[in-house]
């Protein structure tokens, strides 16, 4: 089972996913790993590693769109920019060789035909500046043989077709990206709406089997699907487990406190990966009442408590999110 690790949901662009959805995914992805982690439990009933398998897709095809949606469009426009500038220049030269010509032989139509400034094929639209490059061309491909003694041959009229050529296909690409990026905030909607279909009416439907037979992944999965809003609260999280009790913490933000409100102490391990126990090195107790700062960026935490007879062998499970390869 892949479980897919995300790390800045929020992004920086224009068209941001709605901070519901935010807390949905952050939900989703809690669930997957859950069920990750409980892999022998359910691996052995069909319907539910189907059901698992179609919502891990579904969370696939959520972060793919997601990354259409966060596309920052800015090359794109820079190139169109450097093609039109192109363009213009080589538009301009062949433009003042044919009024230099028109000039000289007193032909004040031509001269006119081509009389467009430098700011009007820079600045104007995208189709009307091209078509004025092109009528440019035209003229000069009609006199070409008259143009040789003003420094037009077919080499600069080739390069000149070649730059109007490379914007015209350009042209449509920033409306292009812009429409993809509509069309994949369109289609996150609709995933969310289908993940969440087969959370409802698969998943947590065969989970009600698994709460005489594995309470443990059962409670486990309940406090997985509770969604929490990351834009509003504290961030003060507290504590209380009991006896074999686990809880998973959707995307701790750093700085937030972990306070423990139970009798038993806890032990945390601060900068090590599963599994973190009393043991080690870099764990933390903290007592009854206590509280300490988490010190790590937007991760997930799992809290594992065991009951003071057994030592509260209590456990900390530190997933950091990464960017999705």
Same mark, same amino acid.
């Given at each position: 089972?892949?479980?897919?690790?995300?790390? $800045?949901?929020? %992004?920086?662009? @224009?068209?941001?996913?709605?901070?519901?959805?935010?807390?949905?995914?952050?939900? /989703?992805? *809690?669930?997957?790993?859950?069920?990750?982690? &409980?892999?022998?439990?359910?691996? %052995?009933?069909?319907?539910?590693?189907?059901?698992?398998?179609?919502?891990?897709?579904?969370?696939?095809?959520?972060?793919?769109?997601?990354?259409?949606?966060?596309?920052?469009?800015?090359?794109?426009?820079?190139? @169109?920019?450097?093609?039109?500038?192109?363009?213009?220049?080589?538009?301009?030269?062949?433009?003042?060789?044919?009024? +230099? /010509? !028109?000039?000289?032989?007193?032909?004040?139509?031509?001269?006119?035909?081509?009389? /467009?400034?430098?700011?009007?094929?820079?600045?104007?639209?995208?189709?009307? !500046?091209?078509?004025?490059?092109?009528?440019?061309?035209?003229?000069?491909?009609?006199?070409?043989?008259?143009?040789?003694?003003?420094?037009?041959?077919?080499?600069?009229?080739?390069?000149?077709?070649?730059?109007?050529?490379?914007?015209?296909?350009?042209?449509?690409?920033?409306?292009?990206? =812009?429409?993809?990026?509509?069309?994949?905030?369109? #289609?996150?909607?609709?995933?969310?709406?289908?993940?969440?279909?087969?959370?409802? =009416?698969?998943?947590? =439907?065969?989970?009600?089997?698994?709460?005489?037979?594995?309470? /443990?992944?059962? &409670?486990?999965?309940?406090? *997985?699907?509770?969604?929490?809003?990351? %834009?509003?609260?504290?961030?003060?999280?507290?504590?209380?487990?009991?006896?074999?009790?686990? @809880?998973?913490?959707?995307?701790?933000? $750093? %700085?937030?406190?972990?306070?423990?409100?139970?009798?038993?102490?806890?032990?945390?391990?601060?900068?090590?990966?599963?599994?973190?126990? *009393?043991?080690?090195? +870099?764990?933390?107790?903290?007592?009854?009442?206590?509280?300490?700062?988490?010190?790590? =960026?937007?991760?997930?935490?799992?809290?594992?408590?065991?009951? +003071?007879? #057994?030592?509260?062998?209590?456990?900390?499970?530190?997933?950091?999110?990464?960017?999705?390869?």
């Amino acid at each position: 089972m892949l479980v897919i690790p995300i790390k $800045n949901l929020t %992004g920086v662009a @224009k068209i941001k996913m709605r901070k519901t959805q935010e807390n949905k995914l952050s939900m /989703y992805l *809690a669930v997957q790993k859950v069920c990750a982690d &409980n892999n022998s439990v359910w691996n %052995g009933l069909v319907a539910c590693s189907n059901a698992i398998s179609a919502f891990e897709n579904k969370i696939s095809d959520i972060v793919k769109s997601r990354q259409k949606q966060e596309s920052n469009n800015k090359g794109i426009a820079e190139d @169109k920019a450097e093609k039109r500038n192109k363009m213009v220049e080589k538009t301009m030269f062949v433009k003042g060789a044919i009024q +230099a /010509y !028109a000039t000289a032989t007193q032909n004040n139509e031509l001269y006119e035909n081509v009389n /467009y400034s430098v700011t009007k094929i820079k600045r104007g639209a995208d189709t009307i !500046a091209r078509d004025k490059a092109l009528i440019i061309f035209n003229k000069a491909t009609a006199i070409a043989t008259n143009l040789s003694d003003y420094g037009i041959n077919a080499a600069v009229l080739s390069e000149l077709e070649t730059s109007i050529n490379n914007f015209t296909a350009i042209m449509p690409n920033p409306r292009t990206a =812009k429409s993809a990026v509509k069309a994949a905030t369109l #289609e996150i909607s609709e995933l969310f709406e289908q993940a969440d279909l087969i959370l409802k =009416k698969q998943l947590d =439907k065969l989970m009600i089997q698994f709460k005489d037979v594995n309470e /443990y992944f059962y &409670n486990t999965y309940q406090n *997985a699907r509770e969604i929490i809003d990351l %834009g509003k609260g504290s961030k003060t999280i507290e504590v209380e487990l009991q006896p074999n009790e686990l @809880k998973t913490v959707q995307r701790v933000i $750093n %700085g937030s406190v972990l306070k423990n409100t139970g009798k038993a102490t806890l032990i945390y391990c601060a900068d090590k990966l599963p599994p973190c126990d *009393a043991g080690d090195e +870099a764990s933390i107790k903290i007592h009854a009442g206590e509280e300490m700062v988490i010190k790590i =960026k937007e991760s997930f935490i799992t809290l594992r408590n065991i009951d +003071a007879v #057994e030592k509260a062998q209590f456990k900390v499970k530190v997933t950091s999110e990464a960017p999705v390869k």
